[in-house]
């Protein structure tokens, strides 16, 4: 079978798009982390998505910033140094339905996300004193669950190994080194 492409009708913003989506495929990260915040008065769960790439040579992750924003950082892990792009709830939203239509193996993941955060966002408590009910919790945590689902079955296909970008990811939480 042989496939062609007439460039002359594809915007430089779709291949631009498309590029970003074959390497996010590749290098990149989708979960929805689940932060506790522990304070002296309480103890609050909350739900956090994150989109996050990496890599050891920096200029693609230039490139990815130079399409959705943000900033690329490093860390160090087992002596060799790591640039990541870590976008968080709204502006990982972005980014994913952009590259999305050209997705292959995070597609569902993806999908996963824009979901998660359209609820998360329409059930935000409009007071900072009242939180969310028990079923909006519920809810939030089935989605949790079911992002954990997704990545560790896409683990066990071996696709790819992801275990350095969410290493990179933890590292970059707590600022610090990984030997």
């Not at 009910?133 to 949790?144: I, N, R, V």
């Not at 275990?163 to 990811?169: D, R, T």
Request: some cysteine; glycine content about 6%.
């Amino acid at each position: 079978m042989q496939y062609s492409l007439d460039f002359m009708h594809v915007s430089l913003d779709a291949l631009k798009a498309a590029w970003a989506a074959g390497f996010f495929d590749g290098e990149g990260c989708i979960n929805i982390a689940k932060p506790i915040n522990k304070r002296p008065h309480a103890t609050y769960i909350t739900y956090a998505l994150q989109a996050i790439v990496a890599q050891r040579d920096r200029r693609p992750l230039d490139e990815l910033v130079h399409l959705f924003g943000g900033k690329v950082t490093t860390v160090k892990i087992h002596g060799s140094t790591y640039w990541y792009l870590r976008r968080h709830g709204r502006k990982a939203v972005e980014m994913l339905e952009q590259i999305l239509p050209f997705l292959v193996l995070k597609k569902e993941q993806a999908e996963l996300a824009l979901k998660f955060q359209k609820y998360y966002d329409d059930t935000r408590p409009r007071r900072k004193d009242i939180g969310r009910s028990p079923d909006q919790m519920a809810t939030l945590e089935m989605f949790y669950q079911q992002s954990k689902m997704i990545n560790q079955r896409f683990k066990e296909k071996d696709w790819t190994d992801q275990s350095v970008a969410n290493e990179i990811a933890q590292a970059g939480k707590e600022n610090r080194t990984i030997n």
